[in-house]
């Protein structure tokens, strides 16, 4: 699913609701996660999952091109954990 089928599917859901009313609450939730983690803040949706920061550290690694061992740099990188209603969701099946 994209960004915009999300705000497709909520807006059948909410017809109360104009377009851009929901394509500005779900980019205003999905902005906010960025800036909590950017911050360094773990973010938590009960039943869905916690997005949280992984920090890999400087590795030697082969250059794609050439195949020469290089140093890759410090990354960040998002890391979702799943939560148990979805994990139980998926493997138990989605009505």
Do not use: W, Y
């Not at 909520?10 to 800036?35: K, M, N, Q, W, Y």
């Amino acid at each position: 699913m994209t960004k915009s089928e999300l705000i497709l599917r909520i807006g059948g859901l909410s017809p109360d609701l104009h377009h851009r009313d929901v394509e500005r609450i779900v980019a205003t939730i999905f902005e906010e996660i960025a800036i909590a983690l950017a911050r360094g803040d773990r973010v938590e949706l009960r039943g869905f999952g916690a997005f949280s920061l992984k920090h890999r550290d400087v590795r030697a690694g082969p250059n794609p091109c050439t195949g020469e061992i290089v140093e890759v740099s410090r990354k960040v990188i998002p890391f979702i954990k799943s939560g148990k209603q979805l994990s139980e969701g998926l493997n138990g099946g989605l009505n």
